[in-house]
């Protein structure tokens, strides 16, 4: 799964005196002052599969975040090189690159990452988890494994990280002292330790070109998180990984005195800004809204910030949250560990209780965002289309060809002539083998770009240079399967003329310019719908 967020709630302030101690934002020292690497079931360490699948993207033309890389000069000047990189393999790694990448740089990287975090060391990349377990955007991109497995010999990516891996184990020891913060005061607050057990792992992974982003993905009992190297250290999301990494077996273990609660879901899947993962699962639910107490229980908040964070969580359907955080207070105050106490705290829920209080609960809307403190009604529908835009993105990462659809053209009804939503319904319709609508699509965010958004739309946004650039890509390659070869090559040559468009594109474009698109169908198979 993606990393799972937490609110943004108010600047921390001096805690009462039953709220427990937390550390104040780390900044990330200097290399070589930490030597601490490894605790009791988490481990910070580089990993070659990360390291190959971030070169690959490198090769292929993905946007990655250099600002990281003041200190590792190598490591640049390796992705410099990749970008230069010729031969079958490496081309054959940039067809799949463009056929798999989305509008979205961040939904790109997350669907790569998380092969990379379920796949197997060089040279081969053989998944390590059993086929049934893999997350549906890893199931996507299955193909990807013998890609990489080719590039990686092509590219010779083990002499290469020879040449980097000392600049790679220098960043990981940065992160020594802030991990080393998150675990103490986790498991002192719990007063639990994480255990050694078989097959139980947590794995920091650092991998400077992911930038400030976060990739956390569990698979089973596999738990891993991906970063870069950003000036503060990404507390709230290294600590939310750690504490379901340290707490998911509890709601596992207590499953059948979860469900005796159960009814509370009918009221909170009712809540539009509920995560869609936990409408139909109750013990999810649950567990999330646990993690997000034990959250707020380690932050520095007065009482009036803990209860507009309380407030926040109800109204975006996490109901749980306020009766956990009750509950935990009172274990602040008492002896056993977490994993004794866990079920007098699900115990303790009174769900007649819950049932009344939820009734009278004013779920955040569609159209609103999901944060306190909104300033106005067109931040918070503006916030509303992008939150909404993104997972339209993350149903077009899963193939979910139909959502997205679905999705795209709700926004569209809300906010016509929106560029993103144009592309990522024309996107979708490619997936579906739309090619009249998806030609229309494209054909207006490109008209949007030359011409504006139209009457009475002068402030709306106009096209990024990335859903430029790839709508006349896609175009050109609608008008080689047409036939179009003339109408084609100046699609390619448009997208080239973009200012500021991806390598990515760039690299498609000029194949496009030289080569008629045919996309490639193995033996056997069915056709691809045009794009």
């Given at each position: ?124 990349f053989k998944f390590e988890v ?214 007098d705290l699900i115990q303790a ?183």
């Amino acid at each position: 799964m993606a990393i799972l967020g937490v609110p943004a709630f108010a600047q921390q302030s001096s805690s009462s005196s039953t709220t427990p101690p937390a550390p104040a934002v780390q900044t990330i020292p200097p290399a070589r002052q930490l030597v601490a690497q490894t605790y009791n079931g988490l481990s910070i360490e580089t990993s070659q599969q990360v390291f190959a699948t971030m070169c690959a993207l490198d090769a292929a033309g993905f946007p990655s975040d250099e600002s990281t890389l003041a200190e590792m000069p190598a490591r640049l000047a390796l992705r410099e090189d990749l970008l230069k990189l010729q031969g079958a393999a490496t081309q054959a790694l940039r067809k799949f690159y463009h056929d798999h990448a989305m509008a979205e740089p961040g939904e790109t990287l997350s669907r790569f990452m998380a092969f990379a975090l379920v796949a197997g060391p060089p040279p081969t990349f053989k998944f390590e988890v059993p086929q049934d377990l893999l997350p549906p955007d890893v199931l996507s991109l299955q193909e990807f494994q013998e890609v990489l497995a080719a590039f990686y010999q092509e590219a010779h990516l083990d002499s290469r990280w020879r040449q980097v891996e000392r600049e790679y184990q220098d960043a990981t020891l940065r992160y020594g002292l802030p991990v080393n913060d998150i675990v103490t005061v986790s498991n002192a607050y719990l007063r639990e330790v994480a255990k050694p057990s078989k097959g139980r792992s947590f794995f920091i992974y650092v991998e400077p070109l992911v930038g400030s982003r976060t990739i956390f993905r569990n698979t089973g009992d596999r738990y891993a998180i991906v970063v870069g190297l950003p000036h503060e250290f990404p507390t709230a999301e290294v600590r939310h990984a750690y504490l379901h990494f340290l707490l998911d077996p509890l709601p596992l273990q207590n499953r059948t005195l979860i469900q005796s609660k159960a009814a509370l879901l009918n009221i909170a899947a009712r809540a539009p800004h509920l995560p869609p993962e936990y409408e139909s699962d109750f013990n999810a639910l649950t567990d999330e809204c646990f993690i997000k107490a034990v959250e707020l229980r380690l932050q520095r908040l007065s009482a009036n910030q803990l209860e507009a964070a309380m407030t926040d969580a109800d109204r975006s359907g996490f109901i749980l949250v306020r009766p956990i955080v009750a509950q935990l207070q009172k274990f602040e105050k008492d002896e056993p560990a977490m994993s004794y106490y866990f079920s007098d705290l699900i115990q303790a829920i009174d769900v007649q209780k819950e049932q009344k209080r939820a009734q009278k609960i004013d779920f955040y809307p569609v159209d609103a965002t999901t944060g306190p403190g909104e300033k106005n009604v067109a931040q918070n529908q503006e916030s509303d289309l992008e939150r909404r835009m993104d997972l339209g993105d993350r149903e077009i990462a899963l193939q979910h060809a139909p959502a997205a659809e679905a999705i795209f053209q709700a926004v569209l009804k809300q906010s016509p002539n929106q560029p993103r939503a144009m592309y990522g319904l024309a996107i979708a319709s490619v997936l579906e083998g739309k090619a009249l609508a998806a030609r229309e699509l494209f054909e207006k965010v490109v008209a949007t770009a030359a011409h504006g958004p139209g009457p009475g739309l002068e402030t709306a946004k106009l096209p990024d240079a990335s859903q430029l650039a790839w709508s006349h890509i896609y175009l050109g390659r609608i008008h080689d399967l047409e036939g179009e070869r003339g109408s084609a090559v100046n699609e390619y040559q448009a997208a080239l003329s973009v200012d500021g468009a991806p390598e990515s594109a760039r690299l498609a474009a000029q194949r496009g310019v030289s080569v008629a698109y045919a996309p490639q169908v193995k033996p056997g198979a069915t056709p691809p719908a045009k794009p």
